[in-house]
C-alpha cells in the first residue's frame, strides 16, 4: 500500500522511542516549529482508498482545495507527538509533497476512484463547479503508538457559499513494529479510513 520512493540507509528506521529524542521538538505555547535542513534517507508517499462502497453517483463537480493545517503539519515532515504539548518529527524520513497538498491528491484521487461524480478538480483547473470540499487537518501525525488523522470537513455549495453539511472525521490506526515505514504504514491505513468516510458523507449530500 505504501512504498518509500527512496530508501538509500537504515538511518529512519529507528524506533519511534529513539527517533522522537533526536527529532526536533517544539512547544506548542513557544509557536510554529524551525525546521532544520536535512537530507531525508527516505521519501514516502500515501495511497487513496479503493474497493469501498458508496451511495449513489452524482451529476455534481466537486472541487478540492489545499486543506488548511497549522504550520507544524503543513510541511513535508513527518510528525508525531512525544506529548499533548509537543511537535516532533521522525528522523530521516519525509513526505513526497507538504503534507496538506499530498492529502489533497488523494482526497482527489478518492474521488475519481469512485466513478460516481461527474468531475472531481483541483483549482486553476477550469471546471465548473458545484460544490467544494473544506477539509481542516486537525491533527495527522503518531500518538501513543498510533496514528491519528483528524479532520474537520465542510461541503459548501459554490453557487451560494453556503455549507450544507459539516462534520469531523477521526480515524486511527495502531503501528505494527517500530520502523518509519511501519509508521508510515499506519499513517496510510488511518487516513483511508478517514477518506473513505470522508467520501460517503459527500456523496450521501450531493
Known amino acids: 500500500m505504501v512504498r518509500d ?3 538509500r540507509t537504515a538511518g529512519g528506521r529507528s524506533g519511534l522511542a529513539a527517533g522522537l529524542a533526536i527529532a526536533i521538538s517544539v512547544a506548542l505555547v513557544g509557536g510554529c516549529a524551525r525546521l532544520l535542513p536535512q537530507t531525508p534517507d527516505a521519501i514516502y508517499d500515501l495511497s487513496a482508498p ?5 451511495p449513489a453517483g452524482s451529476n455534481a463537480q466537486i472541487l478540492v482545495p489545499t486543506p488548511s493545517a497549522v504550520r507544524a503539519l503543513a510541511s513535508e515532515r513527518i510528525a508525531a507527538r512525544p506529548s499533548a504539548s509537543e511537535y516532533a518529527y521522525l528522523p530521516g524520513a ?3 509533497d507538504s503534507l496538506p497538498s499530498l492529502l489533497q491528491a488523494r482526497l482527489l484521487e ?3 476512484d469512485t466513478g460516481r461524480v461527474r468531475a472531481a478538480a483541483l483549482p486553476g ?3 465548473l463547479i458545484d460544490y467544494q470540499i473544506i477539509l481542516d487537518i486537525r491533527a495527522f501525525e503518531i500518538a501513543d503508538h498510533a496514528a491519528v ?3 474537520a470537513l465542510k461541503l459548501m455549495d459554490d453557487r451560494t457559499g453556503r455549507v450544507v453539511a459539516s462534520d469531523i472525521v477521526q480515524a486511527r490506526s495502531p503501528v505494527v513494529g517500530s520502523t518509519n515505514q ?3 504504514a499506519a499513517l496510510d491505513a488511518a487516513m483511508d479510513a478517514a477518506f473513505v468516510e470522508v467520501t460517503r458523507k459527500v456523496l450521501a449530500r450531493i
Do not use: E, M, P
Not at 50 to 54: E, L, N, R
Open 5 to 7: 520512493g527512496k530508501t
Open 110 to 112: 478518492t474521488l475519481q
Open 149 to 151: 488523522a483528524d479532520f
Open 125 to 127: 483547473q477550469g471546471v
Open 50 to 54: 479503493t474497493g469501498f462502497s458508496v
Open 182 to 184: 511501519d509508521y508510515v
Open 94 to 96: 519525509v513526505w513526497a
